[in-house]
Nanobody, 124 residues
Framework: QVQLVESGGDLEQAGGSLSLSCAAS????????VAWFRQPPGKERDFVAA????????YYADSAKGRFTISRDYAKNTVYLQQRNLQPEDAAVYYC?????????????????WGQGTQVTVSS
C-alpha cells in the first residue's frame, strides 16, 4: 500500500512555470512506477507523463513533450512534474498515480493508487 499527496498547484500566468510534487509514503513506496494525469473541468482524465520504478525511462503525452519534465527523488520519496511555458489548456486538476512494479504506462486503469489532486490554473 502506498499513499500519495500532491502539492504545488497554483494560479500561474500563461508562459509561466510550476513545479508539482507527489510525495509517497509507505514502506515500499519506491517500488512503484509513477505517472501524472490531469482532468480539466467537465473532461476526462488524461495522461501527462510517467516514470519507471528505477527512473530509467520517462514517457510524455504529446501535449507535454518539450515543456514538462517528470523526475523522482528516491531519498525524498517524491516524484516531480516540472511545467514550463504553461498555457490556458494546461489548466486542470493534476493527479499522481502509482502502480507496483517497474513498468509505466499511459492508462489510468493500470494505476492502483491515486492522490487527491492539485489544482493548476493558468490565466491568459
Amino acid at each position: 500500500q502506498v499513499q500519495l499527496v500532491e502539492s504545488g498547484g497554483d494560479l500561474e500566468q500563461a508562459g509561466g512555470s510550476l513545479s508539482l510534487s507527489c510525495a509517497a509514503s509507505g514502506r515500499t513506496s519506491t517500488l512503484y512506477a509513477v505517472a501524472w494525469f490531469r482532468q480539466p473541468p467537465g473532461k476526462e482524465r488524461d495522461f501527462v507523463a510517467a516514470i519507471t520504478m528505477r527512473g530509467g525511462a520517462t514517457y510524455y503525452a504529446d501535449s507535454a513533450k518539450g515543456r514538462f519534465t517528470i523526475s523522482r527523488d528516491y531519498a525524498k520519496n517524491t516524484v516531480y512534474l516540472q511545467q514550463r511555458n504553461l498555457q490556458p489548456e494546461d489548466a486542470a486538476v493534476y493527479y499522481c498515480a502509482a502502480t507496483p512494479g517497474s513498468i509505466a504506462t499511459n492508462k489510468a486503469s493500470d494505476y492502483a493508487y491515486w492522490g487527491q489532486g492539485t489544482q493548476v490554473t493558468v490565466s491568459s
